[in-house]
Structures are given as structure tokens and as C-alpha cells.
């Protein structure tokens, strides 16, 4: 797992973490952002000693920072280890996306109700930006674009513990992708999102529900969650041979 911390050097590619506040609130959106760009991976370390260099803060401001994260989930905080960014499991990774579902289909219904002509014209071009970023290979960017999409669009719905439970489920939704995506690392969600787009403004409920709905599943059929999938655990990994060897006469081939 990689353990640098280098990629939160970069400056980040949109202007939202510059807005924020206090000294927590923006390294908090630094850390956020690269996690949905997909730039830290899953168990990387996360020094305080490191990042308080990195951002010229105390290490009570990354503690701050890093104790939100691990309120959403996307960091582990580890008792007298330090913080990590989360590992789902397979089993987590699946109540994740049962969870965004739920959320996703809520969010959507309410967009059809409540969106208005200035909302979706940004939406619009947040479609186009991710467009654009994939079309040059800068994929990170597009990702975080294409989570940002969907944190708009609960913005848009109107209701402020379901925008909360949605910034952590796409941050998680992440980490995931980065976990367990499969070779297959083609993307057209912005196509999706323009679909989604125009039934929300033809206040088509249904379809839009159906088209979120068939989104979600293109991001499922990306990820191998299979059981057997593999593992670090060494003895698990060689178990045959181990078996093998264990049996008289035979040896394991080498």
C-alpha cells in the first residue's frame, strides 16, 4: 500500500478548497479532494507529522481534519497507530452501494420536484467539465467531476441530512472503485448524467429514477466483489501449497 504522501503536494484542480475558512476546513477539503480524485489509495498512511508540513498547520488542525473524514468514513483513525485512508471490505463496499441506492433514488425524486433552470444549466456544465477531463486523460479529474455531479444534485433536492449522507456515501464510493475496480476502466457517466439531466428538467420522475438507477448499476458491474478476490495474507494466498506439503511423499512444485 502506498504510504507517500507527495500527491496532496499538488495543487487541488478545482477552486472549492480555497474558499473554505479555518485552517481545519481546508485541509479537511485538500484531503476530501484527493480521496475523490482517487489520488491517495486505500490504507495509505496519513502522518499528522507529514501533512502538518504539507500545510504549514499544527497537528490539532490535522487531527481536527482527519477526525471529520473519519466521521464520513473515508479515514481510519487507529489507536497510538496514527490515521489511514479506510479500506472498505467487500462486505462494507456492498452496504455502501446499498446505501447510495436508497439515497441516490430519494435525491433524485426531489431534483425533478425542486430543480430550477439556473440549477441545471450548472449541472450541465459540470457534464461537460468531466467530459472534457477524461477527453485529455486527466482522469482523476473527471472522477472527483463526476462525484461533485452527484453532490450537486443533492444539493439541488433540498434537504440537508440527506446532501450530509451523500458527501460521505460518494467519498466511500471512491475509495471502493479505487479498491476493487476491475481491467475495465472506460467511462461515459457523463453520458449518463445528461440523460439524467434531461428527464430531471422534463419533470420525468420515473425515468429519472430509472436512469439513476441503471447509473448506479454501470458503477456496480465495474467492481469485483467476488468473495475469492485476492488477498495479503500470504499463507492465504499459498495455502495449496501448504496443503501439499503437508501430505507424505509429495512435494510442492516449484
Do not use: W
Request: aromatic share 4%; net charge neutral; charged share 25%.
Amino acid at each position: 500500500m502506498n504510504e507517500q504522501l507527495q500527491p496532496l503536494k499538488k495543487q487541488p484542480r478545482t477552486v472549492k478548497a480555497g474558499r473554505v475558512g479555518t485552517q481545519d476546513d481546508r485541509v479537511y477539503a485538500h484531503i476530501f479532494e484527493a480521496i475523490l480524485e482517487q489520488r491517495l489509495a486505500p490504507g495509505t498512511k496519513l502522518s499528522e507529522e507529514a501533512l502538518g508540513e504539507i500545510f504549514g498547520v499544527s497537528r490539532t488542525i490535522i487531527r481536527r481534519a482527519l477526525s471529520r473524514l473519519a466521521h464520513e468514513g473515508v479515514v481510519l483513525l487507529r489507536p497510538n497507530r496514527g490515521a489511514v485512508v479506510a479500506s472498505p471490505s467487500v462486505e462494507e463496499a456492498r452496504q455502501v452501494f446499498f446505501a447510495r441506492r436508497m439515497v441516490e433514488k430519494a435525491i433524485t425524486e426531489l431534483a425533478v420536484e425542486h430543480a430550477t433552470p439556473e440549477q441545471l444549466a450548472q449541472l450541465r456544465q459540470m457534464v461537460s467539465d468531466e467530459r472534457d477531463s477524461f477527453s485529455r486523460g486527466d482522469r482523476g479529474a473527471g472522477i472527483r467531476l463526476s462525484g461533485e455531479f452527484h453532490l450537486t444534485l443533492a444539493v439541488v433536492a433540498q434537504n440537508a441530512p440527506l446532501i450530509s449522507f451523500q458527501r460521505s456515501l460518494v467519498s466511500q464510493t471512491s475509495l471502493i472503485i479505487a479498491q476493487y475496480e476491475n481491467g475495465n476502466r472506460s467511462h461515459c457517466s457523463y453520458d449518463e448524467h445528461t440523460q439524467l439531466i434531461d428527464a430531471i428538467e422534463a419533470r420525468n420522475t420515473e425515468l429519472a429514477v430509472s436512469l439513476m438507477m441503471r447509473h448506479m448499476d454501470h458503477i456496480d458491474s465495474k467492481l469485483n466483489l467476488d468473495e475469492e478476490s485476492a488477498s495479503d495474507d500470504l499463507h492465504a494466498v499459498f495455502s495449496h501449497l501448504l496443503q501439499s506439503k503437508k501430505k507424505p511423499g509429495r512435494s510442492p512444485a516449484v
